[in-house]
């Protein structure tokens, strides 16, 4: 079939607590085979926090494999077999201690197709209240409030760089009419 590769063989060369490896044998459209290594990944969940006054709630953190601190919004992995709709209201409390009254679904992405099957859940949360942050133990971040038009802004200036990140914040604005 047109655009298809088929799975020839499949051998899982690494398997741990976040994701597992397959170095994967594949037949082309064409007859020949191909390699292809493929991280496999539970997926994850990113919400864009709105306040009242068109704010966002976002996190500052470290991410180790670039040894730099990011700003994004509130995302977490999903654990296998759980919906992505609770994983964002609970990563949403963790992170930056809230709960909301709207919860919008915003779509979904594939971060990395090439070679990654993870796939990012959207959200957009309105009407917030706040609780008691609740943060996983090997987790520490601050949250800080950017109005929309500057993350805007930050995502266009390449000052955002996170991916999830950019793409929520410019649908939210474009939902949002700002």
Do not use: W
Request: negative net charge.
């Amino acid at each position: 079939m047109h655009l298809d590769e088929k799975t020839l063989k499949s051998e899982t060369i690494y398997e741990g607590p976040i994701f597992t490896i397959t170095h994967d044998t594949v037949e082309l459209e064409n007859g020949n085979e191909a390699i292809r290594d493929v991280l496999i990944h539970h997926g994850g969940v990113c919400v864009i926090p709105v306040t009242e006054n068109n704010e966002i709630l976002m996190v500052k953190q470290f991410r180790y494999p670039f040894r730099t601190v990011t700003l994004e919004v509130p995302a977490g992995k999903l654990e296998k077999g759980e919906d992505h709709a609770e994983c964002g209201k609970r990563e949403l409390l963790e992170e930056t201690g809230c709960t909301c009254e709207e919860y919008t679904y915003l779509g979904e992405m594939f971060p990395t197709p090439a070679y990654n099957t993870e796939i990012t859940y959207m959200y957009m949360a309105r009407g917030l209240s706040y609780e008691k942050q609740s943060l996983d133990p090997d987790e520490f971040l601050d949250v800080v409030k950017v109005p929309i038009s500057e993350a805007v802004e930050k995502v266009m200036d390449g000052t955002i760089r996170d991916g999830k990140t950019q793409i929520v914040i410019l649908k939210a604005a474009r939902i949002l009419g700002l």
